[in-house]
């Protein structure tokens, strides 16, 4: 029987591993990110438009024509703030409309397949609980960024007489400051 000497041992397990290890890349064989621009394809989003905007919305009863005069509530070039980002590989824009200035009131949400909302828009004498959006855009895709939207909402109307389920009709003119 032969025994191996310990010098033997270790230059075969160094040779082993210079062997496994010399010739490998340190880096994987393919790109992790692709080498094209990638705001072409929306990643990462480009960043929010910003600035003011005004309002315009006409809040009404979506039950019966009697509550015509109790629920209800409109409102004229209402000054906001906006933020707007449109990411275009799928036509996906988030409008943020703030009434008061210190945040976020309401938020429009708009891809190819859908338009949804949610907040609340908030005047003196009224309080309109957005349940969601039904109709209407927020998306100029030739010009990537709107300067008048429409979209009409459900939701519910707090006013001085009561509480009523109700639509609305809101038109905002955005102007950006960036």
Same mark, same amino acid.
């Given at each position: 029987?032969? $025994?191996? /000497?310990?010098?033997?041992?270790?230059? =075969?397990?160094?040779?082993?591993? =210079?062997?496994?290890?010399?010739? $490998?890349?340190?880096?994987?064989?393919?790109?992790?990110?692709?080498?094209?621009?990638?705001?072409? $394809?929306?990643?990462?989003?480009?960043?929010?438009?910003?600035?003011?905007? &005004?309002?315009?919305?006409?809040?009404?009863?979506?039950?019966?024509? /009697?509550?015509?005069?109790?629920? +209800?509530?409109?409102?004229?070039?209402?000054? =906001?703030?906006?933020?707007?980002?449109?990411?275009?590989?799928?036509?996906?824009?988030?409008?943020?409309?703030?009434?008061?200035?210190? +945040?976020?009131?309401?938020?429009?949400? %708009?891809?190819?397949?859908?338009?949804?909302?949610?907040?609340?828009?908030?005047?003196?004498?009224? /309080?309109?609980?957005?349940?969601?959006?039904?109709?209407? /855009?927020?998306?100029?895709?030739?010009? $990537?960024?709107?300067?008048?939207?429409? &979209?009409?909402?459900?939701?519910?109307?707090?006013?001085?007489?009561?509480?009523?389920?109700?639509?609305?009709?809101?038109?905002? %003119?955005? %102007?950006?400051?960036?």
């Amino acid at each position: 029987m032969r $025994r191996t /000497s310990l010098a033997s041992l270790v230059t =075969v397990v160094a040779a082993v591993m =210079v062997a496994a290890c010399g010739d $490998r890349a340190p880096t994987p064989m393919s790109p992790l990110v692709s080498s094209t621009a990638s705001l072409d $394809r929306g990643n990462p989003p480009p960043p929010p438009v910003a600035g003011n905007a &005004f309002m315009d919305f006409d809040i009404f009863s979506s039950e019966d024509a /009697s509550e015509a005069g109790t629920c +209800g509530a409109e409102g004229n070039n209402v000054s =906001v703030k906006f933020s707007y980002v449109f990411n275009k590989p799928e036509n996906n824009a988030v409008l943020h409309l703030g009434l008061d200035g210190k +945040g976020t009131d309401a938020t429009v949400h %708009q891809t190819d397949k859908k338009l949804d909302a949610h907040g609340t828009l908030t005047g003196t004498d009224f /309080s309109f609980k957005i349940k969601d959006a039904v109709a209407g /855009s927020i998306i100029d895709a030739e010009t $990537r960024f709107p300067f008048i939207v429409t &979209f009409n909402l459900t939701g519910t109307l707090t006013n001085e007489f009561g509480t009523c389920n109700a639509n609305a009709v809101v038109t905002v %003119q955005l %102007q950006s400051i960036d």
